[in-house]
């Protein structure tokens, strides 16, 4: 089993900064590509940033130039560092890593169960 868990969600005000991070537990032999996803009430979810088991990274245009992603591949665990936060950018912010099992598996997505990140003032 496989598990995916954030923190670091929160009240924050306009112009604030929050942290996030994903720890991913459980039998994996590796992890390719890890992201972040973002769902508002109302809206589909929606791709924030994804970084590669190498370290290359892409994100959505909304964020750039706020936001990092960045990850460990040892801990297994991937951080989303959001700065400039507008109320826009409230929603459940979503962990996704593709997880292999063993050196073969062709890999499968999991996801984490969110974590609310609120601005407001």
């Known amino acids: 089993q496989v598990q995916l868990v954030e923190s670091g969600g929160g009240l924050v005000q306009p112009g604030g900064s929050l942290r996030l991070s994903c720890a991913a537990s459980g039998s994996i032999f590796s992890i390719n590509a890890m992201g972040w996803y973002r769902q508002a009430p109302g809206k589909q979810r929606e791709l924030v940033a994804t970084?590669?088991?190498?370290?290359?990274?892409n994100y959505a245009e909304f964020v750039k130039g706020r936001f990092t992603i960045s990850r460990d591949n040892a801990r297994k665990m991937v951080w989303l560092q959001m700065n400039n936060l507008q109320p826009e950018d409230t929603a459940v912010y979503y962990c996704?890593?593709?997880?292999?099992?063993?050196?073969?598996?062709?890999?499968?997505?999991?996801w984490g169960q969110g974590t609310q990140v609120t601005v407001s003032s």
């Open positions: 970084i590669t088991r190498g370290g290359s990274t």
């Open positions: 996704n890593a593709n997880v292999l099992k063993y050196i073969v598996d062709p890999g499968t997505m999991y």
